[in-house]
């Protein structure tokens, strides 16, 4: 397993005592190791865990999330289950779920490797081939097959401590490898099947030290069969008449037509894209889009509980309560910016429709002569 270092990339920088920082972007191996210097063991310090084809215009300081380059994937063990909305566990029950699925990539010889993150466990697996995804459908399509894979896992193997929000996030952060976890106060470190054996005391005495390097296990890569996407994006004239199209309700808010077509089908499987996207829309409409902060907790784990309940009654076909219930509260407490042409961009756009806020999908119109 070679974590596959891509550039450019964005990198940040989480102090202990602010608890928040802003991502950089770092375009080349060389600045990445100038950074990661200047902030290992002293403060936590994070990366993406895919680089990326393009970065944004005009000024170039972040890259283009549309432009990844997908050659591994990463499942993210907590203390928490993620079936019961996130709650604590004993330390030793997440050692024992990546000591699980470890003993099963070495049976089949895929390749990865394991590390202890300071307070969990990050294992990173290789894929058969590079994906590069280059519209938010082909996106959806990438992530839908990795979830699949990663959903049986979590369901064959009792992974409930495998956080379903990191696997084929192809814009998340994770903490570096081998750099020091300032919050606990121990190192992430590459570990061996006989460390994961040798328990968490074990693991967290040798934590106290840093570490270098990868100790990878199998040679085999996963193959992930993707659908093929060969529509393009959803453009139309904006001119032109609405679509004719039937609404859909949660109780007194309508859901936009292409949620409604990407996510609300009863006994359907939506691509994660989907449904990330329809919880957000739903949370910021049960707030009248106003920002999170004028609302009280109860307010909102109110708004939780509504949207559990709708999304319960769609009856997916993969769906778990606790998932659900531990996703949708992590969606509802963020202020979520949302426009037709976030939701173009994901390849979700159905065509022009009443709902349509003048953002994304246009051609210019065109006369007749």
Known sequence: MKIHFDFPREVLELSTEQGRGYRKLVDSKSSFERYWRGKNGVSNAYMTVYGYRGTQVPHHRRVDLQTPIVRHFVLDFDPKNFKDKGAEVQPHIPLEQTLRLHRFLIEENISHAVWFSGGGYHVWIDLAERHMPSTGGQLSALRESGMQLVNDWVKRFDLYCCDPAVPFDTSGLIRIPNSYNAKRGYWSIPLTTEDLEGGYHHILQKAMEPSHGTISYGEKGIELKVRKVTESLQVFDPNAKPLDVATVRMNDVIILPCLNQAACQVGGNPSHDARVQLVKYLAARKRNFFPVHRFSPDQLQGHAEEIVEFLMSLQWADQDLGVTRYQ??????????????????????????????????IKEATTDA
Request: hydrophobic content about 25%; charged content about 25%; some cysteine.
């Open 328 to 361: 949708v509260g992590t969606i509802v407490g963020k202020d979520y910016p949302q426009t037709c042409k976030s939701l173009w961009q994901k390849g979700l756009c159905i065509g022009k429709c009443r709902y349509w806020d003048k953002t994304g999908a």
